[in-house]
């Protein structure tokens, strides 16, 4: 796995010795950013949800986003965020980490608010208690003009409306999907 582009680019991150985690891959990575690249600057808050590698959220740091939280609920995963972060000498002013399942992590972090969240959980996890933490009228996890982006298999058919958030786009990659939700 490497970053495609930006302060990063070309550099070659630490992989999972295991097929536990299902990386995103460069191609659709490199689709999403193109989508996000107008939304990325230094005042961003990205929170990369169910992190794996940590490959989403170091690419946009890499593109030039402020701040990522980094969630998962592995603890050898966390462990390899933080190598790939060293690897990288990401400041670590610019990122957190949280070994955390993703319910748990916002029922805790009810008061903070992101601009872009991508959530990327096992496909063969239930999404709906994130998307409906997410479109949650009383939520402040997402921002006003923020985004929620879901990697999730073509079998897993999502909502388009879930609360105060509907969905405008999907990108389809063989039997990947990423649906794109904003607040309506």
């Known amino acids: 796995m490497r970053i495609i582009a930006g302060e990063y680019r070309g550099r070659i991150l630490k992989s999972p010795g295991n097929y536990q985690t299902r990386p995103t891959s460069d191609r659709l990575r490199e689709t999403l950013f193109n989508v ?27 593109r030039g986003a402020g701040f990522v939280s980094f969630v998962d609920i592995s603890r050898k995963t966390c462990g390899l965020i933080e190598e790939n972060l060293d690897l990288l000498r990401i400041p670590e002013t610019q990122t957190e980490i949280y070994c955390s399942s993703a319910v748990k992590f916002l029922s805790r972090e009810k008061q ?73």
């Open 36 to 62: 996000l690249n107008p939304r990325i600057n230094p005042q961003l808050k990205f929170l990369d949800l169910c992190a794996g590698t940590g490959a989403i959220g170091i690419e946009a740091i890499s």
């Open 112 to 184: 903070k608010s992101w601009d872009i969240v991508y959530f990327d959980p096992p496909y063969s996890d239930d999404y709906s208690l994130i998307l409906n933490e997410f479109g949650d009228a009383e939520s402040k996890t997402l921002a006003d003009e923020g985004l929620l982006l879901v990697e999730h298999h073509a079998k897993n058919v999502l909502p388009d409306l879930i609360g105060k958030i509907r969905r405008w786009r999907i990108i389809k990659q063989g039997e990947t999907r990423l649906s794109f939700y904003e607040k309506k």
